[in-house]
Nanobody, 124 residues
Framework: QVQLVESGGGLVQAGGSLRLSCVAS????????VGWFRQAPGKEREFVAA????????FYSNSVKDRFTISRDNDKNTVYLQMNSLNPDDTAVYYC?????????????????WGPGTQVTVSS
């Protein structure tokens, strides 16, 4: 059974940093692309960042580019999202998701598996 579990969320002041982790189990992690998405209250789920199966390609939304970095360690079945220079607009539940095809990394509808999410709150 495929499982994704996020961790690393919490409360941070504006300008601070957090590192989220997404640990996978139950499948061949190294063959899947992984994306991070977020959803704020009253808003639709939006793309944040994605990484290809081997880490060779990365993708970012314009709102986080140059502040967030996605990376992966296939030996640890883990994908990371380093978030720097956080601001209150980054407050949301953050989800990781896995997609075997990795054809449209910014589209949440193509992802096969999702984690339960981790809350990130940035205070001003």
């Amino acid at each position: 059974q495929v499982q994704l579990v996020e961790s690393g969320g919490g409360l941070v002041q504006a300008g601070g940093s957090l590192r989220l982790s997404c640990v996978a189990s139950g499948y061949t992690f190294g063959t899947y692309g992984v994306g991070w998405f977020r959803q704020a209250p009253g808003k639709e789920r939006e793309f944040v960042a994605a990484i290809s199966w081997n880490g060779g390609s990365t993708f970012y939304s314009n709102s986080v580019k140059d502040r967030f970095t996605i990376s992966r360690d296939n030996d640890k079945n883990t994908v990371y999202l380093q978030m720097n220079s956080l601001n209150p607009d980054d407050t949301a539940v953050y989800y990781c998701a896995a997609d075997q095809a990795s054809t449209r990394p910014k589209d949440p509808n193509v992802y096969d598996y999702w984690g339960p999410g981790t809350q990130v709150t940035v205070s001003s």
